[in-house]
Nanobody
Framework: QVQLVQSGGGSVQAGGSLRLSCAAS????????MGWFRQAPGKEREGVAA???????NYAHSVKGRFTISKDNAKNTLYLQMNSLKPEDTAMYYC????????????????????????WGQGTQVTVSS
């Protein structure tokens, strides 16, 4: 059974950095699309960043240049490095994954919310104070 277990997050002042991790287990597929979503109180969930198994990535405009998504295939772990954090980045962050051949358009579909996703992490809070 596929599981996504998140770690990282916490509280930081504006301008600081945090790294989120999402350890995946129980899968044996070589093709995948994985990514990060966030949801702030009273707001809709939004896609933040995504990566496809061939290395294609996609980012929301609001985080481009500040956040970096990566995956360590040896550790089966997805990361989101968040730099230059802003108070508006405060939200609950979730990792999500789809294990099948989607193609290089997968990350854009994931970030835009158009990719159905079967697996989700438990969520981790990120709070950025001004």
């Amino acid at each position: 059974q596929v599981q996504l277990v998140q770690s990282g997050g916490g509280s930081v002042q504006a301008g600081g950095s945090l790294r989120l991790s999402c350890a995946a287990s129980g899968y044996s597929y070589s093709s995948y699309c994985m990514g990060w979503f966030r949801q702030a109180p009273g707001k809709e969930r939004e896609g933040v960043a995504a990566i496809y198994s061939d290395g294609f990535t996609n980012y929301a405009h609001s985080v481009k240049g500040r956040f970096t998504i990566s995956k360590d295939n040896a550790k089966n772990t997805l990361y989101l490095q968040m730099n230059s954090l802003k108070p508006e980045d405060t939200a609950m962050y979730y990792c999500a994954a789809e294990f099948r051949a989607i193609g290089p358009s997968g990350p854009a579909l994931l970030v835009s919310g158009l990719l159905p996703l079967d697996y989700w992490g438990q969520g981790t809070q990120v709070t950025v104070s001004s």
